[in-house]
């Protein structure tokens, strides 16, 4: 599975953005999806995933509210919709897929996913 990230860009405090994750071959809704992000100097950070049967998870603290995930199936394709945006949320966006093994308590994990997109930047300006 190759993953193309896509969709980010220069935007100002309280703007919108949508970033898109597309796969190069079909997985029919049978991976989890994440997005990761990492700002200059600081560790890759969890953002939100999608599970195969829809669920969703976020990190709360950092995005609660202002972000949502989907996917489109049938485009072999997930999208993270990033609203009410703020300076802290500048950072290389990364979108990666499991095996379809993966257990939901480890979806907020790094290491769970075997696929990673090049990744998209975010600028958020103040």
């Known amino acids: 599975v190759q993953l193309q990230a896509s969709g980010g860009g220069l935007v100002q405090t309280g703007g919108s953005l949508r970033l898109s994750c597309a796969a190069s071959?079909?997985?029919?809704?049978?991976?989890?999806i994440a997005w990761f992000r990492q700002a200059p100097g600081r560790e890759r950070e969890f953002v939100a995933a999608?599970?195969?049967?829809?669920?969703?998870?976020y990190n709360e603290d950092s995005v609660k509210g202002r972000f949502t995930i989907s996917r489109n199936n049938a485009e072999d394709t997930v999208y993270l919709e990033m609203n009410s945006l703020k300076p802290e949320d500048t950072a290389v966006y990364y979108c990666?897929?499991?095996?379809?093994?993966?257990?939901?308590?480890?979806?907020?994990?790094?290491?769970?996913?075997?696929?990673w997109g090049q990744g998209t930047l975010v600028t958020v300006s103040s």
């Open positions: 999608i599970r195969r049967n829809g669920a969703t998870i």
């Open positions: 071959r079909r997985t029919r809704g049978r991976y989890t």
């Open positions: 990666a897929s499991d095996a379809g093994t993966s257990i939901l308590s480890s979806v907020r994990t790094s290491s769970t996913y075997e696929y």
